[in-house]
């Protein structure tokens, strides 16, 4: 079993008196920044003038600075921008900063894992990656609760680095619903496959595959959207809530039996293979050099398969089906969908 932390493991004094520089503001840095100052800690905004979320974060009360003069002097800092632009971030307005004891914290691992940063011995690096979305993170916080956390020490310079992570993760409502210990390696690993093999791309790639064989077989494209697409939703939200023996409890017998008959027929060993050297890909770093690489390319290959999905007709069929559902508007705004 993972080691597990709660509100009564963590010291909040840990952090007391410590200057934190909040470097980024889309999803995970508003919330982050946030609650850490209903927290009560001591909280600057680095962010690029101009960049899409500095209106937001001057609507929110923050005094606004550059990365480079919020990090001066800070105690900890927080590389929350995304993964594609902390390098550059980091080698032109961090490095002069760092110095001996700061705390470097990432919400994700991968470019400490894939050695696109490199921080000198002296400071620590450490990771608090929570489980669910910044508007997620902060509706929580908000409501006195909060979201499950990950947590990780990759470099330990102060000889207090577990103890100040934790201490951040309580500040952020991390350790009501608990924090798990796991290693920048587990994380990165871990939430790149998810987000390939199942939460994104094999969900994305099965619900137009599936779309598309009911409407090649002749079936009408918004029965197939409904029953591809749109009731997904009912079967994530059962899972979500009580795992997949809950969703069995819910669903018809004949859901059922088809379920348990067919799914692996559709998830078979060929399927399964192809995971595997999805994995394998990210354990060897041969992803993160694709994607470091297409990204110095001027992104040609990813804006080129983002067109080709932002066109696949089941979008257009979506997007007609979706202005008779009043209901989805006012779900998207009590989410905070959208919001940086």
């Excluded at 410590?18 to 995970?28: E, F, H, P």
């Excluded at 796991?182 to 619900?207: H, P, S, Y």
Aim: with cysteine; aromatic share 8%.
């Amino acid at each position: 079993m993972a080691k597990m932390f709660w509100e009564k493991d963590a010291n909040p004094r840990a952090l007391e008196g410590k200057r934190i520089a909040v470097i980024g503001y889309g999803s995970q840095g508003r919330a982050h920044a946030l609650n850490l100052r209903d927290s009560k800690l001591d909280v600057v905004v680095g962010l690029r003038k101009g960049g899409p979320s500095w209106t937001q974060a001057e609507q929110d009360g923050w005094k606004l600075a550059s990365p480079g003069e919020a990090s001066k002097g800070a105690d900890v800092i927080v590389m929350l921008a995304p993964d594609m632009a902390q390098p550059s971030i980091y080698k032109n307005e961090l490095i002069p900063n760092l110095k001996t004891g700061t705390m470097l914290l990432f919400s994700h691992g991968f470019n400490i894992h894939y050695g696109q940063i490199s921080p000198p011995k002296d400071i620590d690096v450490t990771m608090v990656a929570p489980k669910g979305p910044g508007n997620l993170v902060r509706r929580q916080y908000e409501a006195g609760r909060g979201v499950p956390c990950l947590l990780a020490v990759h470099q330990d310079a102060s000889g207090h680095a577990q103890d100040r992570t934790l201490a951040y993760a309580n500040a952020i409502g991390g350790t009501k619903p608990g924090v798990i210990q796991t290693t920048f390696a587990e994380e990165t690993e871990t939430d790149l496959f998810g987000e390939q093999a199942v939460l994104c791309g094999g969900a994305r790639a099965l619900i137009q595959a599936g779309w598309e064989t009911l409407v090649q077989a002749g079936y009408q494209p918004e029965s197939a959207y409904f029953e591809c697409l749109h009731e997904l939703k009912l079967i994530v939200d059962l899972i979500y809530e009580g795992g997949i023996a809950e969703m069995h409890k819910f669903v018809s017998e004949t859901a059922k039996y088809g379920d348990l008959t067919r799914g692996n027929r559709v998830i078979d060993d060929h399927v399964r293979q192809n995971m595997k050297k999805i994995l394998d890909e990210i354990q060897t770093g041969a992803f993160a050099r694709e994607w470091v690489l297409e990204n110095q390319a001027g992104r040609p290959q990813y804006s080129k398969l983002l067109d080709r999905d932002r066109n696949h007709p089941i979008e257009k069929v979506g997007q007609e089906l979706r202005k008779q559902m009043a209901w989805l508007k006012q779900e998207s705004t009590a989410a905070g969908r959208g919001k940086k």
